[in-house]
């Protein structure tokens, strides 16, 4: 019981710093932020904020220059290389604003490279991709390759590959970024379905407003520091 009152992620005093010493650049300065699992977060602000770099940190994609970073109460640093790969393929989805897809591969197999690496059997990989693509619009499409498919469809198979190892946490930046606003909404409903449904906990980075509206809590970036952290009242609903 005492595993579950703790955050589902955390940065505790977490500060980034690229480069040395005159170019040096403080990208996040002794942030705390946590997630509670099942919520959808968005994460606002203007380029160069810091938003992004914080995404990173919390998919362990990058590490902390100070500060801890905790998953479920457990610090991250220190951890040996493979323990956190292992971690990272388990508990995280990455969804890019560039869709990411090998060009002369299959929807379903560009959706099973991560089991791949987890180590799925093939039977089970084709299972699990089948039903990825169609939680995502996309039964029927299994066969198809990038260039047959439009900017919202490539999208959604990279959601798709993002979920196929049913992550407890999905991490999208910019997720509509390179897509029409109808294109967009879509893919945000998608999103919005993942959270409610399957109770997939949401961080998402987002320059639009419009996108940011479909979670239930926004994170206000600047200058590396945390200016605002509210609940969405305007929150677009199903």
């Not at 040395?20 to 403080?26: M, P, T």
């Not at 220190?78 to 060009?103: E, I, K």
């Not at 390179?178 to 906990?201: A, C, H, P, V, W």
Request: charged letters at 20%; proline letters at 4%.
């Amino acid at each position: 019981m005492e595993s579950r009152s703790k955050p589902l992620l955390a940065l505790q005093k977490v500060s980034k710093i690229y480069g040395e010493q005159a170019a040096a650049v403080r990208a996040l300065n002794e942030i705390d932020l946590t997630i509670a699992a099942g919520e959808f977060v968005a994460i606002t602000g203007p380029s160069g904020s810091g938003k992004s770099t914080a995404l990173s940190i919390f998919g362990t994609l990058e590490t902390p220059t100070s500060g801890q970073y905790l998953i479920e109460g457990i610090a991250v640093q220190g951890l040996l290389p493979n323990v956190l790969a292992s971690l990272r393929n388990s508990r995280f989805g990455f969804v890019f604003q560039t869709f990411n897809l090998l060009a002369r591969t299959s929807a379903r197999d560009n959706v099973a490279l991560p089991l791949v690496y987890a180590g799925m059997s093939a039977k089970d990989r084709e299972r699990r991709s089948i039903e990825a693509l169609a939680a995502v619009g996309l039964a029927g499409r299994e066969d198809a390759h990038p260039n047959q498919l439009s900017g919202g469809q490539q999208q959604r198979v990279a959601i798709a590959r993002a979920i196929a190892n049913n992550p407890s946490v999905l991490l999208a930046d910019e997720p509509t970024g390179n897509l029409d606003s109808k294109m967009g909404k879509e893919i945000m409903q998608i999103l919005k379905n993942l959270n409610q449904e399957r109770g997939i906990t949401v961080l998402m980075v987002t320059h639009d407003a419009s996108c940011a509206a479909y979670a239930g809590r926004e994170v206000f970036f600047r200058d590396g520091k945390i200016w605002s952290d509210k609940p969405n009242t305007s929150r677009i609903e199903r």
